[in-house]
């Protein structure tokens, strides 16, 4: 497998698989963004391209990275000790940091890393390293975080991606894994998650806690993607931009809010590692 630089339709970085044609396309600059994930011949990823190309419009597509929160937080505040507060606006400032890529050893995958930086000290003021690793394997995208505590307090932290899964439209999707009940993102209130569904088409955002897996059906398209999850890194927020043809189907490790709530709030103690795993699978859908 390969790691090298590609210029058009814009600027980036291929990792690609020559015996199976799976390519990862990545912008390390643009807060680590992976803006693409070819797998068995399809774009598993949906990326609005014109807008990515403006530097002055918030991106919408690829995978970006949510930390040290997922969501907002009130006031956009994180109390501290000794009545300090952190500033952190929604969903934290790793997706807006250049970050740093390479090729892992193995030869399977690509890492990025970002480290802490004066100005992230100054909102956030936790010396950290986050790793995030992305592996290909056959119909499979591992996924690896490793956040490094470098200071001498535990660090506080949640951790997401945001993947816009690509749809051959709104119309026509269904959900394998879902709990009956889930938050309502807009209203912030618990609901029926089938009643959410229904209004797929004009936009949902929703939190949901599944038992296992999670698996976006698209029978337009013949396919099934699937998320599957492991503890901490076990929370399922799904959302919709129409008529975008796509459903960001995203894992978090804690609800909004949990630095401030504590419900699924992480800490990694000085000078010690934590690291969350998940992956993606692309599969025929049957019938």
Request: proline share 10%; glycine share 10%; with cysteine.
């Amino acid at each position: 497998m390969s790691l090298q630089p590609c210029s058009s339709p814009y600027p980036h970085w291929l990792f690609e698989d020559p015996a199976s044609g799976d390519a990862l396309q990545l912008v390390p600059e643009r807060g680590g963004l992976l803006t693409g994930w070819r797998c068995g011949g399809q774009d598993v990823l949906y990326l609005d391209v014109e807008r990515f190309l403006d530097p002055a419009l918030s991106i919408r597509g690829g995978a970006p990275v949510l930390f040290p929160i997922c969501g907002p937080l009130p006031d956009d505040r994180l109390p501290l000790a000794n009545g300090r507060s952190a500033t952190l606006k929604q969903h934290g400032f790793a997706r807006t940091l250049p970050w740093t890529l390479e090729a892992l050893a193995e030869g399977d995958g690509v890492a990025l890393v970002l480290q802490d930086t004066p100005a992230t000290l100054a909102d956030f003021p936790f010396p950290f390293v986050l790793r995030l690793e992305y592996r290909l394997a056959p119909q499979t995208l591992q996924i690896t975080t490793t956040v490094e505590n470098r200071g001498t307090q535990p660090l506080p932290f949640s951790f997401g991606l945001h993947p816009y899964l690509a749809v051959s439209g709104l119309e026509g999707l269904s959900f394998d894994g879902l709990p009956d009940r889930c938050l309502d993102h807009r209203q912030m209130a618990e609901t029926d998650t089938a009643g959410q569904l229904a209004q797929l088409t004009t936009g949902i955002d929703l939190l949901v806690r599944p038992e296992g897996a999670v698996s976006l059906c698209d029978p337009a398209a013949g396919r099934r993607i699937t998320m599957e999850l492991e503890a901490p890194w076990n929370l399922a927020v799904l959302w919709t931009d129409p008529p975008r043809p796509m459903v960001c189907v995203e894992p978090w490790t804690g609800p909004r809010g949990s630095l401030v709530s504590g419900d699924g709030r992480l800490e990694v103690e000085p000078g010690e590692r934590r690291s969350l795993q998940c992956r993606y699978t692309v599969a025929p859908l049957a019938g």
